[in-house]
């Protein structure tokens, strides 16, 4: 999703050798390809793109309402206000209830200033369960960048040859039709599979790494398991804040549908 980078380009570039999921719906692959050309400022490419993926016979609804949203946001990054909202309003029109991000995007600020786009965003509507789990799936997508940054910087000082646990919160399968939810469960299914990807990645450059210089500094094997405890200290301590912060559905009073003013209000 074209934001404030909650998925930074660096991680979507270790995405391509990870497997699809057969579980699941899983559109993670393409969903990264055209976030690197977003990331390039390839935005009519990125367009296109995301036209393409819209077109293809096995694209949901949801994932149709979230590229025109993506649509929306690279014709703002472009300054093309007519087209970002036109392109909003089909997103909105296609069931897009993602009534958050527009309101922190950097390249939307100047279409919700715009009437006609106000008015767009103003017909977004979404219920209070479906908008208790947006939130939380938009901030555990940065608490998940967040562990695999942290987790490839402590890579750097580890003197063992042990991998790396990757603790990771488990996705939402409460049943919804809300396209901003879907969409964002896929943002998030993106994020873990390339902290995955990322810090293996890490682990192979550590332990070479550190293999070299114990042969050289003459590192002691108590060095290592000393190493390889701190490391599992770590990853039990994000266990633990994972499960913490883990999602509860919630109870809402009403499933009507509401504006995200009314909401954030209650």
Known sequence: MFRTKVISIFLLSFLAAVPVLAAQQDFTDELMKLSELTGHKQYREAIDGYRKLEAQPRTPGWLKAGCEYEIAELYAAMNDSDNAIAALNRAVQLGYDDCLSPRTSEHLASILKNPKGAQVIGAMKITESDFHELFWLKSEVQFAEHDARMMITENMNRLDQQGTEIPQAQLPIRATNSAGVLYWRQQ?????????????????????????????????????????????????????????RAFVPSRPSSDQLKSCSELAAG
Not at 188 to 194: E, G, M, V
Not at 205 to 215: F, P, Y
Not at 228 to 234: D, K, L, P, S, T
Not at 236 to 242: D, F, G, H, Q, V
């Open 188 to 244: 998030l299914l993106l994020i873990q599979k390339a902290q995955i990807e990322y810090v293996n990645q890490s682990d192979q450059q550590r332990m070479v790494h550190a293999a070299t210089m114990g042969v050289i500094s003459g590192s002691s094997a108590s060095a290592a398991l000393e190493s390889a405890r701190q490391a599992h200290v770590r990853a039990e301590t994000r266990k633990a804040e994972i499960r913490k």
